[in-house]
C-alpha cells in the first residue's frame, strides 16, 4: 500500500487555471499507471484522465480533452493536473489513484482498478 496526498484545490472563476497535484509515497512509483478521477455532490465518481507509469501515454474523459493535462515527475514521485479552461461543471472533489500492477500497458477508466487513493481536494468554479 502507498499513501497518496492530493493539493492544490480550491476556488476559482470560470475560465481560470489551477494545477492539482499528487505526491506518492514509496519506491516503486515510476512503475504504476496514475489516475485521477472526480466526484460532484450526489454524482458518482467518474475518470477523469490517466497516464503510464512512463508518461509517454495519457488518456482522458472527452469533456477535459484539450483542457486538462496529466504529467508525472517519476523523481518526484509526484502526479499533476494541469486544468485550464476551468467551468462550473468541474466542480467536484477530485482524487489521485494508483495502480500498483507493475508496469501495466492499459490505463483503467474505472475505479475498482486502482489499488490507492489520495484524500481528494475540492475544486469549486464559479460562473
Known amino acids: 500500500q502507498v499513501q497518496l496526498v492530493e493539493s492544490g484545490g480550491g476556488l476559482v472563476q470560470a475560465g481560470d487555471s489551477l494545477r492539482l497535484s499528487c505526491a506518492v509515497s514509496?519506491?516503486?512509483?515510476?512503475?504504476?499507471?496514475m489516475g485521477w478521477f472526480r466526484q460532484a455532490p450526489g454524482k458518482e465518481r467518474e475518470f477523469v484522465a490517466a497516464i503510464r507509469w512512463s508518461g509517454d501515454t495519457t488518456d482522458y474523459i472527452d469533456s477535459v480533452t484539450g483542457r486538462f493535462t496529466i504529467s508525472r515527475d517519476n523523481a518526484k514521485n509526484t502526479m499533476y493536473l494541469q486544468m485550464s479552461s476551468l467551468k462550473p461543471e468541474d466542480t467536484a472533489v477530485y482524487y489521485c489513484?494508483?495502480?500498483?500492477?507493475?508496469?501495466?500497458?492499459?490505463?483503467?477508466?474505472?475505479?475498482?482498478?486502482?489499488?490507492?487513493w489520495g484524500q481528494g481536494t475540492q475544486v469549486t468554479v464559479s460562473s
Open positions: 514509496g519506491r516503486t512509483f515510476n512503475t504504476y499507471v
Open positions: 489513484a494508483a495502480d500498483r500492477k507493475f508496469y501495466r500497458s492499459a490505463l483503467g477508466h474505472i475505479a475498482s482498478e486502482y489499488d490507492d
